[in-house]
């Protein structure tokens, strides 16, 4: 492989030889496409161009690595600060949207209620998960607000209240109260009558038991239930006063416990939350409490 005594004409094509040969195989001397040369040097014209306007070259300065930074100062960290800045600007515009807007507005707005339901599902997990269960399914003595069985109401306003309040929470002077009575520890009724008045209310959800402990227990629960659970027993949430006649029990449906509840009194306490979180917080909560199955 050498230089111009191997140069000559191609026979077939025409055209000149470089010199290079390989085992017979001669290289022809056809110039580049115009069309790729051009491109060629478009490329490098751009090149020189992004050099002095576009973070470019790595060098070393006194302070380790860095580079030149181009005469537009373009940084893609910047760039994404900026991006995220205008993020939490329109979430901001939509939390204060949540915080003044009336809680069936935002119900009906699906951007408004998506943000809704994952802050609320979030600050549930924070606050409200230790007594209600991580699933709001709720344990004894605290209720269960997955089901349409509500103590103190579950249309949003409701809940709202129930909220911003809590619920026989001394500290709030608008907080939810009603205390159930101890019948027995204050001696309204004898054990015999809180036995019969048990033996009622389990009746009233299908469990049996003996038809005259039932009417006598009837009788009882006529005389000093009905003002806060009403005539039908299906309670009244005004009251805070349970519907007995569901089965579904906050401090248990077998007979040993509703004597208890009866003898003792009940007066489950929820901490009133609009001293501990801001509005905005407590209507996302409310939201979210009201999709989980059993918003009225
Ligand atoms: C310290 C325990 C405790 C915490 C924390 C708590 N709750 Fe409660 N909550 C209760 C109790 C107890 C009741 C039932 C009160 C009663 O017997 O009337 C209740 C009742 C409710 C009710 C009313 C249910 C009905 O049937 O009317 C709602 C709604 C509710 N809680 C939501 C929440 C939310 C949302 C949070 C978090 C911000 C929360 N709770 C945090 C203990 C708690
Ligand atoms: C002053 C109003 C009031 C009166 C009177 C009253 N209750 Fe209650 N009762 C309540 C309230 C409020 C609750 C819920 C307590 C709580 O949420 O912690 C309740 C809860 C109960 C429960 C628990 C239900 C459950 O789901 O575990 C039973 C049972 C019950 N009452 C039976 C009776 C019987 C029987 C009488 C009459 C002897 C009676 N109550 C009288 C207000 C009252």
Not at 29 to 43: G, I, V
Not at 129 to 154: E, I, M, T, V, Y
Request: net charge negative; hydrophobic share 40%.
């Amino acid at each position: 492989m050498s230089d111009n005594p191997h140069k000559h004409k191609d026979d077939v094509s025409g055209v000149e030889t470089t010199g290079h040969e390989w085992d017979g195989i001669k290289e022809l001397n056809n110039p580049l496409p115009k069309w790729w040369l051009y491109t060629f040097y478009a490329c490098c014209a751009w090149a020189f161009v992004y050099w002095i306007f576009m973070p470019a070259w790595p060098h070393l300065s006194t302070e380790g690595w860095t580079y030149t930074k181009g005469v537009l100062g373009y940084e893609q960290r910047q760039s994404v600060a900026d991006e995220l800045a205008a993020v939490q600007a329109g979430r901001a515009d939509q939390l204060a949207e949540i915080t003044t807007k009336p809680l069936v507005e935002i119900a009906e707005n699906p951007a408004l209620m998506e943000l809704a339901l994952a802050g609320g599902k979030a600050a549930f997990g924070d606050n409200c998960a230790p007594c209600h269960g991580s699933g709001a399914q709720g344990s004894k003595g605290f209720p269960n607000l997955n089901d349409d069985d509500w103590l103190w109401g579950g249309t949003l306003d409701d809940i709202h209240t129930t909220l911003q309040h809590g619920i026989r929470w001394e500290a709030d002077d608008e907080t939810r109260f009603n205390i159930m009575s101890a019948f027995g520890k204050d001696e309204i009724l004898t054990p015999a009558e809180i036995s019969d008045v048990a033996d009622y209310v389990l009746s009233l959800s299908g469990t049996q038991a003996e038809a005259e402990a039932i009417a006598r227990g009837q009788e009882v629960f006529a005389n000093n239930c009905v003002a806060c659970h009403g005539e039908d027993a299906k309670g009244n949430q005004e009251l805070g006063a349970p519907n007995l006649t569901d089965a579904i029990w906050l401090y248990g449906g077998d007979k040993a416990t509703i004597v208890q509840t009866v003898s003792n009194g009940r007066g489950g306490v929820m901490p009133a939350w609009s001293s501990r979180l801001d509005e905005g917080t407590i209507k996302q909560l409310t939201l979210y409490v009201h999709s989980l199955g059993g918003g009225q």
